[in-house]
């Protein structure tokens, strides 16, 4: 059974704390995406990566940045969060071809007081 | 850049029957994907049904059918014999094809109240 998994369904963290939120696929996916959902706007993109040591920005990159060292994890990192990045965080994987639909995690709520 | 536009906020329908869920996409790509999710109250994103733009028959999956007009830029979801599992946000998404970023876009949802 295909797996995305995410370090914690709930994060509490304060004002200028720097924040890591991890995600792991077992799929031996080349793609991995995180995202941001928000009520009224969907699912935006924040960052993507297509291989080790790869990343792209995606819609909405400020304030966030992603490290993937390892094929099968893909970290955000909120240097210093802030109130507006109080969130539901979704990660997600994919394999190559175009067709081939995303795996997502179970998301992490994360707020920012 | 692709957009998704989901104009239906919230739906009802009632148990056993089918609802249709509009989907609009704007792309000037050839090629790409259409994809619906739903979303339940548990936040888990699960895959429901899949199009390529060049398939010339709609896509199904069991009760799950994708109503896909090509030259109107829409892909509706029909869910035939609606259940009360089926209550959940339902989103509507595209994928750009490669060498694109591979990401989805996504619509702003509908969220399905399915009634007894």
Redesign the interface.
Known sequence: DVKVTQSSRYLVKRTGEKVFLECVQDMDHE?M?W?RQDP??????IY?S?DVKMK?K?DIPEGYSVSREKKERFSLILESASTNQTS?Y?C?S?A?A??Y???????T?LTVT | AQK?T?TQ?GMFVQEKEAVTLDCTYDTSDQ?Y?L?W?KQPS????I?LI?Q?SYDEQNATEGRYSLNFQKARKSANLVISASQLGDSAMY?C?M?E??PG?????????TRLQVQP
């Open positions: 793609n995406f995202y009224g706007l969907g699912l935006r993109l993507f297509y792209e995606g539901m979704l997600a994919s190559l175009t067709n639909e995303q795996y997502f995690g179970p998301g709520r | 998704i989901q906020p090629s994907g994809f999710y548990s936040g888990e994103m895959f899949y390529g989103f998404a994928r094809p490669p970023r591979r990401a989805l876009t996504f619509g702003s949802g």
